[in-house]
């Protein structure tokens, strides 16, 4: 019975022990105290390197959208103007081609006059 209560005492010693902190791993600790803050401080770093990196490719991004959307606008100007362009020289054309054949309406209708005089002589 000695025995048995010796041992119980033991037991509940070092659990007793152990709850309070006094017995530790060795291991653990030298893991909480060096191995921890290094990798969580290595984490921060590669988190914070992360976050500057996603900052760069969205401003890139952002960018490289404004820069399309600009040139697009240049394209899209160019392209009204080009149409433009075009109008006014159908327009031109069709004035030219109108004045062309008064002209020679004139010019015939002078030669028909010309003629009819030249055969009256």
């Known amino acids: 019975m000695a025995k048995n209560a010796m041992s119980n ?10 709850d309070i902190g006094m ?16 990798l969580i401080a290595k984490m921060q ?6 976050f ?3 900052i760069v490719t969205e401003q890139l991004i952002n960018e490289g959208i404004h820069k399309q ?13 080009d149409d433009r362009r075009a109008e006014l020289e159908k327009i031109r054309a069709k004035k030219a081609d109108e004045q062309r054949k008064k002209d ?9 006059k ?8």
């Open 52 to 54: 500057g990196l996603n």
């Open 23 to 38: 017995m530790t791993n060795p291991l653990k600790e030298e893991l909480e105290a060096d191995v921890l803050p290094w």
């Open 9 to 18: 005492l033991r037991i509940d010693a070092i659990r007793h022990l152990n």
């Open 69 to 81: 959307r600009i040139e697009h606008g240049v394209t899209l100007q160019n392209k009204i103007d």
């Open 104 to 112: 020679r309406r004139a010019a015939r209708e002078k030669r028909a």
């Open 45 to 50: 770093g590669f988190m914070s390197d992360d």
């Open 114 to 121: 010309d003629q009819a005089k030249a055969a009256m002589k």
